[in-house]
């Protein structure tokens, strides 16, 4: 199949089409999504949360995304994946940014990174792209940014963000992630540049869409945000599965005859 690129996700957007993303993080779920024509795979910082069972994205590691990576990279035919910067490899020094970036290029078979920002990282952005590294900003809800921000908030400063997009769109950014904020404010962010945009809990006027695949397919406990639609509940059947597996070794059901070498 042909491979998604920064080139056809930019004619999607021209000629008015849509763009899917979901988050992966290894390889039989890549495979799976790939196969089922997701656009973009993200190796999201989120794995901190949803995989690692972190209570932020902050605690993951440059090494453990870069594992990660590459076991999507290796499974991924059709779609671009994108490999988030984590905290704080995205706001040290440029050159920290661009030896990441280029360890995402190198080491995995990974395309592209994304980072959290947008006029603040204008410079950076620009300097990745300039070496070769393809960048998605992230404006809007900033995860990275809980501490500081004492939460989770929409966000809803129209002026600040379609800023942070303009800028990230000139600095060179292929696309610009939009999270958490309010729909009329997603479509002055969309309205304002020409990349696609794609949304999380941003309503329907950007490109895309982007969800949490744990979220999606139920495999997250506790708390669903708003904008998440639950597609399966494959918690359910895994903890089913497990649970008759449990009773059938207890009764003795399991090996069953056919079970069993002779
Ligand atoms: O890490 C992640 O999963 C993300 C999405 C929420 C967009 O950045
Ligand atoms: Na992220």
Redesign the pocket.
């Known amino acids: 199949p042909k491979r998604v690129t920064t080139r056809s996700l930019q004619r999607r957007r021209d000629s008015g089409g849509s763009i899917s ?1 979901l ?1 992966a993080y290894d390889f039989p779920t890549a495979q799976l999504l790939d196969q089922a024509g997701i656009d973009v795979l ?1 190796v ?4 901190a949360m949803v995989v690692q069972g972190h209570e932020t ?1 902050l605690p993951v590691t440059m090494d453990q995304m870069i594992y990660h990576a590459e076991m999507v990279g290796r499974a991924a035919s059709r779609a671009m994946v994108v490999v ?1 910067l984590p905290f704080p490899d995205g706001q040290l020094s440029i050159e920290r940014s661009i030896c990441c970036g280029a360890r995402v290029l190198k080491e995995t078979r990974c395309h592209a990174v ?1 980072l959290e920002g947008g006029a603040e990282q204008a410079s950076r952005i620009e300097a990745m792209v300039t070496a070769g590294i393809p960048v998605m900003a ?1 404006v809007g809800l900033r ?1 990275q940014n809980v501490f500081v921000q004492g939460g989770y908030q929409v966000q809803r400063d129209e002026a600040a963000l379609v800023k942070d997009a303009v800028a990230a769109e000139r600095a060179g950014a292929f696309a610009v ?1 939009i ?1 958490c904020v309010p729909e009329s404010v997603a479509e002055a962010i969309h309205a304002a540049v020409r990349v696609p945009t794609i949304g ?1 809990g941003a309503g329907r006027a950007t490109t895309g869409q ?3 695949t744990h979220d999606l397919i139920g495999l997250t406990s506790g708390y669903t945000p708003k904008f998440v639609r639950t597609y399966a509940s494959i918690g359910e059947t895994i903890r089913s599965a497990a649970s008759a597996f449990h009773q059938a070794v207890g009764d003795g059901s399991f090996p069953g005859p056919d079970e069993t070498f002779d």
């Not at 999201?44 to 794995?47: A, P």
């Open positions: 993303m988050t993200l999201g910082d989120s794995l994205t988030d994304k992230h995860p992630l999270e999380i982007v969800l949490v």
